[in-house]
């Protein structure tokens, strides 16, 4: 079973935590809700904001290659990085991941 390690992150996971995935092929977001991580997500998961990105810091070359739109979304996103992921569209693998959630999020439903 791949393992998703998520490092500290001031509010929604201080301590960090490392997630056992019991199905591959799971999104990294949905692992992380299921797992007690309150990570942003606010278009419903359906790949229309980009309040759930992550990068990735270790097996970012086992995922899926990200779709054009999710390409275009992850130009928006606060702090993106060559490793981004949206984590409603990254698919865990095989490998083992470790993912950081950015500190800022742009997510106007919470800020309007």
């Not at 229309?48 to 995922?63: E, K, N, P, Y």
Request: proline letters at 4%; one cysteine or more.
């Amino acid at each position: 079973m791949p393992k998703i390690t998520v490092l500290p992150h001031e509010t929604l996971c201080p301590e960090g935590k490392t997630i056992e995935v019991a199905t591959v092929g799971e999104t990294i977001c949905d692992v992380l809700l299921e797992n007690g991580i309150d990570i942003d997500h606010a278009c419903e998961k359906s790949c229309a904001c980009t309040t759930c990105h992550v990068i990735v810091r270790q097996g970012f070359d086992s995922l899926v290659e990200p779709t054009e739109l999710e390409e275009d979304l992850l130009d928006q996103a606060w702090g993106l990085e060559a490793e981004s992921r949206l984590s409603c569209q990254a698919k865990v693998a095989q490998a083992d991941l470790i993912v950081e959630i950015p500190k800022y999020t742009i997510n106007h439903a919470r800020e309007g």
